[in-house]
């Protein structure tokens, strides 16, 4: 196991980034890919598809007229017309976009996630690597990670899509870099308001005893939806009430681009592994496999974090991120933007040295730059049916076995680090000292 201080950790992973030429071809990977994608967005003749952009936009100026949650969105995908899924708080916040042409907006939309990922990389380095993340070496690798965090499926599909994933996953990160406590809270409160799914971020702050903040940010989650009551309380009842339950009104469930752990059983069982079922005439609201299933990561999860150095705020941060992506009913590949700090931290974290941290950074570089759920997603007849292909579905569980593999390294990593101390504290081998004196 690696255990060095913040600055010979840069130096040992630092060295290519030291080159005198890195920054220059770092800087031009990264105005590269941001030039594709905006070129792709302008000339090619579905660049400007952005289908939840355009929900974002055109759904949220519906807000007041008691119909935000009827609006959908069909120009560009017939076979699923897209309602407005997120909290009306999202609406209040996306409202003035609709005042723009929507090309404006999409293309300042690239550019802000692009400077958005440069950020997060940053504040990871930052949290692994300290005051040394300040070195010019270091301000190199977060430019060239954020070229390379482009092209990974969870960002190329924020892009393709027009989400918001890559803000939410910053407004996390800066509340958690922060030491005070209300911007914490409210950082995350302002998250879960837009969209639900940060909300599990609480769950980091009792794992780090951050009490006030998991106050803030509870405080601060009720206020978004007393601002929301009080511009459109119809709506605003109406998400809370019928529609904060129905996973089918967001999308298919077993589509391969569900990456959660519902989608991946779904697939796997040929069924909705989440649906309620019957139990001697009383209906249960949850599929058994998935509470099952959902129940044995959270054991997992919280061995994995007894494992990590009480410092470590990233990897906390991470097993937190990745149990709410995996219990969640939904999380659509673009909701994985956190597998970039992952990787960072794998490669250049507490744990860089230890047997299978380089592997498992290697598996989620080659599943995201490769796009296994994209190419599965071309296989699957429909989004809406659930087959079970065999070897397809397995592929199709990608993300799901590469967080199982993560918990299950931790948890052998703190295995091995109590055998290590153990050994330390046992004794010596006494054998060839003078056997003591007889008493008397």
Do not use: C
Request: glycine content about 10%.
């Amino acid at each position: 196991m690696l255990d060095v201080a913040d600055g010979e950790r840069g130096e040992a992973g630092g060295r290519w980034f030291a080159h005198p030429r890195a920054r220059t071809i770092a800087t031009t990977l990264l105005g590269v890919s941001v030039l594709i994608r905006l070129l792709w967005m302008l000339l090619a003749p579905n660049g400007m598809n952005l289908v939840d952009l355009h929900v974002y936009v055109k759904g949220a100026a519906a807000l007041g007229s008691g119909h935000l949650y009827d609006f959908t969105y069909a120009d560009h995908t017939p076979d699923f017309p897209l309602p407005f899924t997120y909290p009306t708080f999202a609406a209040v916040v996306f409202w003035p976009l609709h005042f723009l042409p929507f090309g404006v907006v999409a293309v300042l939309w690239l550019l802000l996630i692009a400077a958005a990922l440069y950020a997060v990389v940053r504040i990871s380095l930052g949290l692994i690597l300290g005051d040394a993340a300040n070195d010019r070496r270091w301000r190199t690798a977060a430019v060239g990670w954020t070229a390379v965090g482009l092209w990974m499926e969870p960002v190329r599909t924020t892009i393709d899509y027009g989400q918001v994933n890559v803000f939410l996953v910053l407004a996390v990160m800066v509340a958690v870099r922060s030491k005070r406590w209300w911007w914490s809270g409210l950082l995350v409160a302002i998250a879960a308001g837009i969209k639900l799914t940060p909300a599990v971020t609480g769950l980091y702050f009792l794992a780090r005893r951050r009490w006030a903040s998991v106050l803030a940010s509870a405080v601060g989650f009720f206020a978004t939806m007393g601002l929301s009551f009080a511009i459109s309380p119809r709506e605003t009842r109406t998400y809370f009430g019928p529609l904060i339950g129905d996973a089918h009104r967001i999308g298919p469930v077993g589509s391969v681009i569900n990456q959660s752990l519902r989608g991946a059983l779904s697939r796997l069982l040929g069924h909705d592994a989440g649906a309620p079922w019957y139990l001697h005439g009383h209906r249960i609201p949850f599929g058994p496999w998935w509470i099952a299933w959902v129940l044995i990561v959270a054991v997992l999860a919280v061995l994995a974090w007894r494992a990590l150095d009480s410092d470590d705020r990233l990897g906390t941060l991470l097993v937190v991120q990745l149990f709410g992506l995996m219990a969640s009913p939904i999380s659509w590949t673009h909701h994985w933007v956190w597998l970039l700090p992952l990787v960072l931290w794998l490669l250049y974290g507490p744990l860089r040295e230890v047997t299978g941290a380089r592997v498992l950074a290697g598996y989620w570089l080659l599943t995201t730059l490769v796009g296994v759920a994209w190419l599965l997603s071309f296989l699957q007849p429909t989004i809406w049916t659930i087959s079970r292909s065999g070897i397809l579905s397995w592929l199709g569980a990608v993300d799901v076995i590469g967080v199982l593999a993560f918990y299950l390294w931790l948890i052998w990593v703190r295995r091995d680090r109590l055998g290590v101390r153990l050994s330390a504290a046992a004794p010596a081998d006494r054998s060839d000292a003078p056997a003591p004196h007889p008493a008397g």
